[in-house]
């Protein structure tokens, strides 16, 4: 990591000590700390700033936000700022470039999004400001924090992602918003393609979840964006870890920045509950029936549907469990990185209002999604990366409400598990089940996974011979818009036999 970046972490600055031992190093480290400021020689050791700074509680207005700003974040419900905001507020609002380490739904989009905003106000101008994003999801998200923030002072807000119209992309983008939330492909497509469209005034460059996006092969893109943008701007850069491409990328794209960490290596929420569950691969999809019923009968206090997101390993995975969901009546709807635009969307408006409770997805959906309302996250497959569990585990017990996350471990999944644990610091406690409750499910999930099979194999083959396939949207009419009575007389053979949908059409 280059030098320049690696000064003073909270706002102050402090002149470089001079080598010394090791352990004199570390002594002067701590009492710098509690100062305010950090040694150079000691900022690749990667150890959480924040964690020693006084947590001196301050509002929005106290952190010298403008009046109209901070009307904005009490219609939000934004009481007092997070601790990303309260550290980096101040360096941000004096003109400092930013990277800031934050986990998860610790109000990172705040922290940009509000100095941003600020300096447009002082400096109006067309075209201010870039938000690069890894994905889709957290592309709209953004998006609308920056409306929601800016609806007092006619702030116009642009969205260049994939799966979109880029000739609809282009009208956006002639109208000179003064932000752009892009995907780095699509906008690099843009630059290439769309006649007059140019960021050579841009004064703001945010890269958000930058260790996912240079994970995704953008780099190619990124290098491209950082040629045509101006050097003369301000540059803040977000991540959930610091890895080797990250600070490759601070030193290229950030000038003498302020290094804001507030989390922990792999840090859970404590309103979290975490669990796991030993199940055979066999009985894999039962055992998620007999989850989901059980959790379906908890009570949480609220009239309203309890919202639960399953993560899964592949896409294929995601459109079968929907599917088998859907045959058992539940109302469930996929996402995926292979769906339409249109289609993520309508899925994600349809699980956020509660018109369907359960989401089926990949790890597309793992960050960047804020629903407070979810209540539950099942990780159907073990993911491969510790860092992955906390962003998937983080979508509920959100904004300080409670949640609980449970694991699927098969027998060939052990190993992945343990690594999770010793990554986390935490011992996962077993969920309890009664086997031979899950045994009466068996034929009635496995006549449900050899229907949602054949539903697949049969648009597959209308794709192929070229008529119209039966989408989502399509098949989700049938399964209502809530859970259906739970599975009865478990102990009997199962009731009405599953039929197959398709052979009727």
């Not at 100062?35 to 020693?52: I, P």
């Not at 116009?156 to 992309?169: R, S």
């Not at 209002?353 to 959906?365: H, M, P």
């Not at 794709?463 to 009865?488: H, I, Q, V």
């Amino acid at each position: 990591m280059s030098d320049s970046s690696d000064e003073e972490v909270l706002v102050k600055t402090a002149p470089t000590q001079p080598s010394k031992s090791r352990v004199k190093k570390k002594k002067e480290q701590n009492e710098n700390v509690k100062n305010g400021a950090k040694n150079d020689e000691e900022s690749d050791s990667g150890e959480d700033v924040g964690k020693e700074v006084e947590e001196d509680t301050k509002s929005f207005a106290e952190l010298g936000v403008t009046e109209i700003l901070v009307e904005a974040c009490e219609r939000l419900g934004w009481k007092e700022p997070s601790k990303i905001q309260r550290l980096s507020l101040p360096a941000a609002l004096s003109g400092r470039d930013i990277i800031g380490l934050a986990e998860t739904g610790s109000g990172k989009t705040g922290a940009f999004a509000l100095p941003i905003l600020q300096s447009l106000l002082e400096h109006p101008q067309k075209l201010f400001s870039l938000i690069l994003t890894p994905t889709r999801e957290l592309a709209f998200q953004i998006a609308k924090q920056f409306e929601d923030l800016g609806t007092r002072i006619g702030l116009l807000v642009a969205v260049i992602v994939g799966g979109v119209d880029m000739t609809t992309q282009a009208i956006a983008l002639a109208k000179l918003p003064h932000i752009i939330v892009a995907t780095p492909g699509r906008l690099v497509d843009h630059l290439e393609n769309t006649k007059g469209f140019s960021l050579r005034a841009l004064k703001f460059l945010v890269m958000d979840e930058a260790d996912r996006i240079l994970n995704m092969d953008f780099e190619v893109d990124l290098d491209k964006i950082l040629k045509v943008i101006p050097r003369e701007r301000r540059t803040y850069l977000f991540s959930a870890t610091m890895t080797k491409k990250v600070q490759k990328l601070e030193r290229a794209s950030l000038r003498d920045p302020v290094r804001v960490e507030v989390n922990s290596r792999y840090k859970t929420v404590d309103t979290l509950v975490q669990q796991y569950i030993f199940v055979p691969q066999k009985y894999k999809e039962s055992y998620l029936v007999y989850l989901l019923n059980e959790l379906a009968g908890k009570t949480t206090g609220i009239d309203r549907p309890k919202l639960a997101i399953i993560f899964v390993a592949t896409c294929l995975s995601v459109d079968t469990i929907a599917r088998m969901l859907r045959q058992l009546g539940m109302a469930a709807v996929s996402l995926h990185g292979q769906m339409t635009q249109q289609k993520r969307l309508g899925a994600l408006n349809a699980f956020t209002t509660g018109s369907r409770n359960i989401l089926v997805c990949t790890d597309v959906a793992s960050r960047g999604l804020d629903i407070p309302e979810v209540n539950y996250v099942l990780n159907y497959d073990v993911p491969g990366q510790a860092k992955d569990y906390v962003h998937r585990v983080g979508r509920t017990a959100r904004a300080g409400r409670s949640g609980l996350a449970i694991t699927f471990v098969t027998q060939y999944e052990v190993a992945e598990y343990q690594r999770i644990e010793a990554h986390i610091g935490k011992k996962l406690t077993d969920y309890p089940c009664v086997a031979d409750d899950v045994m009466h499910l068996v034929e009635r999930t496995n006549e449900a996974m050899k229907a949602a099979r054949e539903e697949l194999k049969e648009i597959e083959e209308r794709k192929k011979r070229g008529k119209r396939t039966y989408d989502d949207s399509d098949t989700e009419e049938k399964a209502g818009g809530r859970f259906k009575k739970r599975l009865k007389n478990q102990n009997q053979k199962g009731g009405p036999k599953i039929k197959d949908k398709l052979a009727k059409r």
